[in-house]
């Protein structure tokens, strides 16, 4: 298969939307506002931390809020000097900080990012486990939700709840190995699912 045609490729996984697992869109942006959006997203890795903090910006600025989006990238103890010292020049009062990666940060950065971020509307981080700010959500890979990912992607496919069951257990639970490993079998000659 042509990596074009590959229905799990990387285009397309990016364009999933995060799917909520025991909570309502309405229902999160009110307990953020409640907790002054000052919040962590919380999981495992590929359980849609980043997509859900993606999605989350986008409906905070359609509410009219103002978004300061900064990652950190894997492996990586600290900002880079430049991005902390476009922060600390350019940051607003009225913007909501999010930041993807917060659990890579050392102690020190993780505290220098704090005071740097103090005077903000607010900051959401995702983290792999609970932090210092309160969990506004954590969230979870499960079989069902894989099947209906795959669903989503490659509907002619027969896949299994089960199968998607034995995919994440290989995965470590995580969704997004799970998917990757799913375009290495489609790119396999005369193969897919």
């Known amino acids: ?3 074009r045609d590959n229905p ?3 285009d397309r996984l990016h364009a ?3 799917r909520p697992q025991g909570f309502t869109w309405d229902g999160l942006l009110a307990r953020l506002t409640k907790l002054d959006y000052r919040a962590a997203i919380v999981g495992p ?3 849609g931390k980043s997509t859900l903090l993606r999605e989350l910006g986008q409906r905070l600025e359609a509410q009219g809020h103002r978004i300061r989006r900064v990652t950190l990238i894997d492996g990586a103890r600290e900002l880079p000097r430049g ?3 476009e922060l600390r020049r350019t940051l607003d009062p009225s913007e909501i900080v999010l930041f993807d990666g917060g659990d890579h940060l050392g102690a020190l950065a993780w505290h220098r990012f704090r ?3 103090r005077h903000a509307k607010g900051l959401v981080i995702t983290n792999h486990r609970r932090t ?3 969990t506004l959500v954590s969230t979870r890979a499960t079989p069902k939700l894989l099947f209906e990912l795959v669903t989503e992607l490659a509907p002619e496919q027969p896949l299994t709840q089960r199968d998607c069951a034995q995919l994440l257990v290989r995965a470590h639970g995580n969704v997004r190995d799970a998917l990757f490993a799913l ?3 489609c790119a396999a000659p005369n193969k897919c699912l």
């Open 183 to 185: 375009y290495d079998r």
């Open 45 to 47: 890795h590929g359980s």
């Open 83 to 85: 991005m902390e010292l």
């Open 1 to 3: 298969m042509r990596p």
């Open 115 to 117: 005071f740097r971020t």
């Open 8 to 10: 799990f490729r990387v």
């Open 16 to 18: 999933l939307g995060f």
């Open 132 to 134: 210092r700010l309160p």
